[in-house]
């Protein structure tokens, strides 16, 4: 009978020995740290391309930038603001002083646009799937004419064009990535 009791308990303790030695040991070890880990949530993450321009002299500008629409883009919004220095006085005819920006999508076609020529105070909009967003590479473009200077710091136009790509992502608890 002791014999017997001998056996089982040197027989466990040789199981117990070989799964944690090794890879076994390192399978167990990641399975109980895991269930003591927060389950992941779902979060949200922002690709944000955004252009700032002051002119400090009379000219043209060009600028824009990319931002990748895939299938965990919920909602795109765009922030648009242009300031004409002395516009109530200086009244422009959209040739003399500008902001033209377009925002097209990875097809090509045109999804938002403005043209001013007047202050714009910030204007939002925000564009949602119908049912789904062309996936791909969506384009900002600006093109602008402005004057300004720096002799005194008086005079100078001003656009600020933000475009912000709202997409869901899955959080997963001590990883500082949103996946």
């Known amino acids: 009978m002791m014999r017997q009791h001998h056996l089982s308990l040197f027989l466990v303790l040789a199981t117990l020995m070989m799964s944690s030695s090794g890879c076994m040991g390192l399978i167990a070890a990641r399975e109980s740290m895991e269930g003591l880990r927060d389950p992941p949530e779902w979060d949200y993450e922002y690709n944000i391309v955004e252009v700032i321009h002051i002119f400090e002299e009379p000219g043209d ?85 402005g004057i300004g200077e720096t002799t005194f710091n008086q005079v100078a136009d001003l656009l600020i064009v933000r475009v912000t790509a709202k997409n869901t992502c899955m959080d997963y608890p001590l990883v500082d990535d949103c996946f």
Do not use: M
Request: glycine share 6%; net charge negative.
């Open 61 to 145: 500008f060009e600028g824009g930038g990319n931002f990748t629409v895939d299938e965990s883009t919920i909602e795109i919004c765009i922030n648009f603001k242009a300031k004409f220095a002395f516009d109530e006085f200086l009244p422009s005819d959209n040739i003399s002083r500008y902001v033209r920006a377009t925002l097209a999508n990875a097809d090509g076609n045109i999804t938002w646009s403005e043209d001013v020529s007047q202050d714009a105070d910030p204007l939002e909009k925000c564009l949602e799937p119908n049912p789904r967003f062309a996936y791909g590479e969506w384009k900002l473009e600006i093109n602008a004419r």
